[in-house]
């Protein structure tokens, strides 16, 4: 069976001329699809019996809704899909969470985020991370990425997404360039690159195409300035070191809306005193982009600390004072395990409830 979720309008077109249907059927499908989320061909109703008919023998739409949800106390909730299904894998046993992924609500003053998985788990490795530690299991098609962003609950009242759920978007590039022209195209949902942020450890090539091919803003994932100690976490470090992939962002125009920023996670006693202060501001000095701090939260598969909140607005402060523009980002949804570095698949499995 096609999943049409994430078919281009050219690429509907196509489908359209070999079934025989009317060439303006592509435009209704893009429409029930991107913008009334229509999850059935039944629901279409502007389409003939005809051609419902045709569609429901050949191809599904591909939506469909999360399989369990938890929700913070501060209001954050996370999401489990089951991924695969669509294409016909068997249902999971019990035990296997290697095929769900999560996405994080994130409602905030006036703007709903979603942050999305792009994989099922991750090849990355980095050190902190539980997602990483699961290892590798697969991409998801561009068809499962858009369904997270359309079938999450408040979906209709989104303003932002940002790539920097469960694995690295660039090891994904193609998938995630089509979720990118769905979301921003008039014929898709119409967004503004400027709603969209795609993290990434710096995979240089990938980064290249992106910055070229799209207009989203870009978020790259530092947590060390000095390359053997960043190696030491990220083993991404060794095929494209941090340096080179800063050198590289120093080609492009920053300045204009669109943004580059740079995450940085503290961990106590590793990336947290003057000295990686020090090294920030020489790494970036003068390339229009904003550092953000993160907090790291502790968790029983590893042993970083994080760093008290007073020591991370000594560090931001310094900074700041130092030409750097740094901010600490809020902390969400801890207590659910829906922050950064904590999704896990397979542990939402036993943890989520039943929607
Ligand atoms: Fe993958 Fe990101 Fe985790 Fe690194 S931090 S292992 S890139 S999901």
Redesign the pocket.
């Known amino acids: 069976m096609d999943v049409l979720l994430g078919y281009t309008l050219s690429q509907l077109q196509q489908l359209c001329e070999q079934e025989g249907f009317p060439k303006f059927t592509a435009k209704q499908l893009c429409d029930w699809m991107y913008h009334k989320r229509m999850a059935s061909f039944d629901g279409m109703t502007n389409l003939s019996q005809k051609i419902r008919a045709r569609l429901k023998e050949t191809a599904v739409v591909g939506l469909e809704g999360p399989a369990g949800s938890q929700k913070s106390k501060d209001g954050t909730s996370k999401y489990l899909f089951l991924t695969g299904a669509i294409a016909g894998e068997e249902t999971p046993s019990e035990n296997d969470g290697s095929r769900y992924v999560e996405s994080v609500y994130i409602p905030a003053d006036g703007r709903n985020t979603l942050c999305v998985s792009c994989q099922r788990g991750?090849r990355?490795?980095?050190r902190f991370?539980v997602?990483?530690k699961q290892g590798f299991h697969g991409n998801l098609t561009a068809a499962e990425i858009l369904n997270q962003i359309l079938s999450v609950p408040g979906s209709d009242e989104l303003t932002n997404v940002v790539f920097m759920g469960?694995?690295?978007p660039l090891d994904n590039y193609e998938a995630i360039r089509r979720t990118l022209e769905v979301l921003t195209s008039d014929w898709g949902m119409g967004w503004s690159p400027r709603r969209l942020t795609v993290s990434t450890?710096g995979i240089t090539p990938m980064l290249v195409r992106l910055i070229e091919e799209c207009e989203c803003h870009v978020a790259v994932?530092l947590h060390n300035p000095f390359g053997d100690e960043r190696g030491l976490m990220?083993p991404m470090q060794k095929a494209y070191p941090i340096d080179e992939v800063v050198a590289m962002l120093r080609r492009y125009n920053w300045h204009g809306q669109r943004r580059i920023s740079f995450e940085y996670t503290m961990f106590g006693g590793i990336n947290d005193d003057r000295r990686h202060a020090d090294g920030l501001v020489r790494l970036l000095r003068g390339l229009p982009c904003r550092v953000n701090l993160i907090k790291f939260h502790t968790s029983p598969e590893t042993d970083f600390r994080s760093v008290p909140m007073p020591e991370m607005e000594r560090f931001r402060d310094y900074l700041n004072r130092e030409g750097l523009t740094c901010t600490i980002r809020a902390s969400r949804g801890e207590d659910i395990m829906a922050a950064c570095?904590l999704l896990a698949g397979k542990a939402g499995v036993t943890s989520c409830t039943s929607l």
């Open positions: 991750c990355m490795g980095c991370c997602t990483g469960m694995g690295e450890v994932s990220m570095g």
